[in-house]
């Protein structure tokens, strides 16, 4: 397996552009089946997760074919509505596809996902999502047999108990299948979640209210193929401007979208760092030691991302002061600590909460990534580390990440694969 060899201590200078949502590609790529059509999906960033959508596509019939950030999915004709267990193994994200196969072919067989490195990743939400349709949900085997009965499914009101970002996707497309109006309520809020919906409306389907915690869906309309340009990763922007926070220097982000990222740049303004946003466009410089900062909950959008946990607290374990990080959404995701410590890093961790006392310089380490976002905020520290750190567990890195190194590099980080 490969691994990342990091001369740490190099500031970072220049400017890189951030590529396509991971989270908003996956939810796109299984809309796109809800259409007997070739749909054209650009700024779709080559990641091992979406090669994993890829791959169910195809398994369902759908012929796949990229021509570098541009995905054409031709879902004329599916030929299965199962998810192969070994694929819903490699991703179990692949949930997403369930309201969508549900919603084309009025059947869904798939393994339970099952948790993931961040602990039990239930899919009560969803389940209980199409259930309201109408659909009936038959536990098979370790596996879900879900079936549209005869009458069809039917729009309905659906109160989420919690603001599930997969369980608000699955109830939008499934809701795509079913006669007259669905109203999602507690909705997920994600930027990601507007996206989709940017993209159902290119098909032509009646969504609106995505951003809001109301989305209101008028199904079974007459879908076709559609276009769609991914918006930019707001979670790879967080971490290239985490790595920069660590480094020091002076970097600028092209593609991304400010205000989705608001709750990271202040945290790390609030640390010390001069953060300057434009349209299309973050400005970052670190010229002095970073400071500790308020402490910082982990929340469903708008507030601050889980997914950007792991990298800002790389960068503030390497600064002075203490923050405190408590931990809301997952109950794992703290697996990248015990690594940070190896590096010098001091970090007390009680359930949900993690103390990060700074001490102004990590040193370098071996060390082994075990989830995708901890796997980057190793990247993270060992920039900012004094000397070598040699990273391994790259398959988690490469989830999310398309070839991080080239970026950093382009950076003047010294990183290499090897
Ligand atoms: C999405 O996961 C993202 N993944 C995650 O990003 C992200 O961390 C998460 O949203 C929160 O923002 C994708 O979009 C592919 P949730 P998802 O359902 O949809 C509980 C990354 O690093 N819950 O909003 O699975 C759940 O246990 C990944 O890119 C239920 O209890 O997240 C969690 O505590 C990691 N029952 C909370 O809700 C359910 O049926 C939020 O989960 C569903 C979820």
Redesign the pocket.
Known sequence: MSAYLVEGGVPLYGEARVHGA??SV??ILAAAILCPGTSVIRNCPDLSDVRASMAILEHLGCGVRREGDTVEVDAGSLLHNDVPDELMREMR?SV?FLGAILARTGEAVLSMPGGCE?G???????LAAIRALGAEVREEGGGLRCSVPERGLRGCEIDLA??????TENAMLCACGAEGTTVINNA?R?P?IADLQRFLRSIGARVRGAGSSVITVEGRQALHGGTHTVMPDR?VAATLLSAAAAAGGEVELLGTDHRHLSTVTAALMEAGCRVRSGEGRIHLRRDRPLKGVYPIHTA??PGF???AQPPVMAALAGGEGTTVFVEN??ESRYRHVDELCRMGARIRVEGRVAVVCGVGRLHGARLRAAD??GGAALVVAALGAEGRSEIEGLEHVDR?YHRLEDTLTALGARIRRV
Request: aromatic share 6%; proline share 18%; hydrophobic share 40%.
């Open positions: 991971k989270n996956l939810p994200s997403i961040l039990p990743r239930p899919i009560d939400l969803h919690l603001p599930s970002v997969g369980a997920a994600e990601e979670i469903p959008y991302p889980t997914d959404m997952f995708l976002r999310g």
